[in-house]
């Protein structure tokens, strides 16, 4: 399988994929398990970005200060057989990289930095952040709520991303062919960004999470065509890895 393959994309989901954590959750489990309370009471009636966002400031607001967020990125469980991985493969020289979250930049390059892989991606698709001089993280949706250009997923992405989409566009943008994309995946998010892989692609869909829920739901429906290969734990992708 691997012998034909020249050059080969490799997508990650950021949170419970290439992460063994999930971000946006985490950062209050760690430093303010009332708002991580608050968020999980509100999910359901405000946008998950906005969420963040609105929580961010509360934190914020209380006195929560930018190291301490930092330090609990730093600390959030990361595989090291994902760094491994993920380093090996760089090193044959056939692959490119690309993050696609819906996390947040800064979340994602604090993590990267702390594990020496600042510079795996090509790409990190995902909502914007930014520190301000106030130590505040001030995060907005990818898609702003009043953008001209909203998305028009058919498949239930949230309003902020359609990952599918930003799939394509990144796909016209690097104007190269890849003989192979492996999507690396554990969220119902995910789902839609896979459903646009050819029967030469990869999905490796991590077992027991929203995207198997939704493959074996609705994967025949919507015309799924990649392979499938299941993981658990990321000592599995490494070892998928090595035959790539
Ligand atoms: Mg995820
Ligand atoms: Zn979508």
Redesign the pocket.
């Known amino acids: 399988m691997a012998s034909s393959v020249e050059r080969q994309l490799i997508v990650f ?5 290439m992460a063994d954590q ?1 971000t946006d959750r985490w950062i209050f489990e760690v430093n303010a398990p009332d708002l991580r309370r608050k968020m999980k009471n509100l999910k359901d009636e405000v946008q998950w970005t906005d969420l963040v966002a609105q929580s961010l400031r509360e934190f914020h607001e209380r006195g929560g200060k930018r190291h301490q967020i930092e330090e609990a990125l730093r600390i959030m469980p990361f595989h090291p057989a994902m760094v491994r991985a993920v380093q090996k493969l760089k090193s044959k020289g056939k692959t490119t990289f690309l993050c696609l ?2 996390a947040n930049s800064v979340f994602i390059s604090t993590i990267l930095a702390s594990k020496g892989l600042s510079e795996l991606f090509e790409e990190i698709i995902t909502n914007p952040a930014e520190w301000d001089h106030s130590g505040l993280l001030k995060l907005r949706r990818r898609i702003a709520p009043d953008a001209a250009r909203q998305h028009q997923c058919k498949v239930g992405c949230s309003p902020n991303m359609c990952k599918g989409e930003e799939l394509e566009a990144f796909l016209e943008r690097h104007g190269k062919q890849f003989d192979r994309i492996v999507y690396v ?3 119902s998010n ?1 789902f839609c960004p896979i459903l646009r892989l050819r029967t030469s692609d990869i999905v490796l869909c991590r077992k027991f999470r929203g995207l198997e829920r939704r493959i074996s739901k609705e994967g025949d429906k919507e015309g799924l065509k990649c392979q499938i290969r299941y993981w658990a734990g990321a000592w599995e992708v490494e070892e998928i890895f090595e035959s790539f």
């Open positions: 989901d950021f949170d419970w994929s999930d979250s819906n995946g554990d969220g995910d």
